[in-house]
């Protein structure tokens, strides 16, 4: 990883609160944990657009 980025974004307040439990309940309170969640769910959003991105390509 080469460096940090920062967002800074506006969530419905239901996601954010169930994102946080679910963030608190798998790695506890630890500093950065937040921003561990948020990667990997980031991760896994780009992974799937590009893999819808390449079944349309293949459809065309």
Known sequence: M???G???????DEV?????ELVAKKYGKIRGALGVAVTEAMKLWIKK???EE?????NR
Do not use: H
Request: aromatic fraction near 4%; charge should be negative.
């Open 2 to 4: 080469s460096g940090v």
């Open 6 to 12: 920062v967002i800074t974004i506006s969530v419905d």
């Open 16 to 20: 954010e609160k169930k994102f946080r």
């Open 49 to 51: 657009v590009e893999s």
């Open 54 to 58: 390449n079944e349309a390509d293949g």
